[in-house]
């Protein structure tokens, strides 16, 4: 696992309420990034963070925020959850600088009611 | 936008077998991935391919690419049970060593 982990691990939550899903990784990688994995679609990119406080959108950012305080944690936020973006939610970290492979955490299942 | 897609989206076979799956992708690349997704789990890498090498191997993978087709392929030679997954391939997506993912290939692998 990289030593990723992310929380909660599963959640289930009303529409229009804030959701906010966490990534910690313990490699001090400077490169993180969440996705999320729906049927049919693969995996997404929504955020990703290029260091503290850099952070930049993916392919389907609206509806998310993130922040990144610290190198080690990284934090997706839905403000105001909507029934599309219940999802399996996944962190990444870039295993090193000048490689393009990439290291999973576990995942978060988050449904929206 | 999807860069990669898969062929094809579900594959089922006996053990022992070997198990082909291919992947397109739209633009140019600068290398090419493979990971494995078992049911519940994060992705992990398998393979990654340049777009200057044609071929390569690593244990029972070997992974092919076309750069002129802009496609690849992903050959599991002698299948175990434990081969069965969901199986992506990746393309480098610009900036940032951001990825672009496939829908993914199913493979079941019957004992």
């Known amino acids: 696992d990289a030593g990723i982990t992310q929380s909660p691990r599963h959640k289930v939550t009303e529409t229009g309420t804030p959701v906010t899903l966490r990534c910690h990784q313990t490699?001090?990688?400077?490169?993180m990034y969440w996705y999320r994995q729906d049927p049919g679609h693969g995996l997404r990119l929504i955020h990703y963070?290029?260091?503290?406080?850099?952070?930049d959108k993916g392919e389907v950012s609206d509806g998310y925020s993130v922040s990144r305080s610290k190198t080690e944690d990284f934090l997706l936020t839905l403000e105001s959850a909507t029934s599309s973006q219940t999802s399996v939610y996944f962190c990444?970290?870039?295993?090193?600088?000048?490689?393009?492979?990439?290291?999973f955490g576990p995942g978060t299942r988050l449904t929206v009611t | 936008s999807q860069q990669g897609e898969e062929d094809p989206q579900a594959l089922s076979i006996q053990e022992g077998e070997n198990a082909t799956m291919n992947c397109s992708y739209k633009?140019?690349?600068?290398?090419l991935q493979w990971y494995r997704q078992n049911s519940g789990r994060g992705l992990v890498h398998l393979i990654l391919?340049?777009?200057?090498?044609r071929e390569k191997h690593s244990g029972r993978l070997r992974v092919t690419l076309d750069t002129s087709k802009k496609s690849s392929s992903l050959l599991i030679t002698a299948s175990r049970a434990a081969d069965t997954a969901s199986y992506f391939c990746?393309?480098?997506?610009?900036?940032?060593?951001?990825?672009?993912f496939g829908k993914g290939t199913l493979l079941t692998v019957n004992p």
């Open positions: 990444a970290t870039l295993s090193r600088e000048g490689s393009y492979e990439q290291y």
């Open positions: 490699e001090n990688h400077r490169y």
């Open positions: 963070s290029y260091g503290v406080k850099d952070t």
């Open positions: 633009t140019s690349i600068n290398n």
């Open positions: 391919i340049r777009s200057n090498e």
């Open positions: 990746a393309t480098d997506g610009g900036s940032n060593y951001k990825l672009t």
